[in-house]
C-alpha cells in the first residue's frame, strides 16, 4: 500500500491526486507531457494514476508546469499544492 502524503489516497487505486494546482499553476496531467510516457496503455509507472489523472506529488513523471522539466528536479520551486 502506497498513500500520497497530500491527498492521503492510495495511489494504486486513486483515479487521481486531488489537487489541481501547485503554487497557482494548473498541474500537467498524465497524458499531456511532452514525452510519450504511455499513458493510451498504462498507467504511471511511478505513482499509479490513469491517462487524464493528477500525478501523486513526488512522481518522477510529473512535469512541471513553469519549465516542462521534470518536477522533482527542476529547481522552479513550485511546491504549495492547492485545491
Known amino acids: 500500500m502506497s498513500v500520497c502524503q497530500d491527498c492521503k489516497q492510495e495511489m494504486q487505486t486513486a483515479k487521481s491526486c486531488t489537487f489541481p494546482k501547485i503554487s497557482g499553476k494548473t498541474r500537467i496531467k498524465y497524458g499531456e507531457e511532452n514525452e ?31 519549465c516542462k522539466g521534470q518536477l522533482i528536479s527542476c529547481g522552479c520551486g513550485l511546491e504549495k499544492l492547492s485545491k
Do not use: S, Y
Not at 37 to 64: L, M, N, P, S
Open 36 to 66: 510519450d510516457w504511455g499513458a493510451d496503455r498504462q498507467k504511471c509507472h511511478d505513482c499509479a494514476v490513469g491517462k487524464g489523472g493528477i500525478h501523486h506529488f513526488g512522481c518522477d513523471v510529473e512535469r512541471c508546469p513553469k
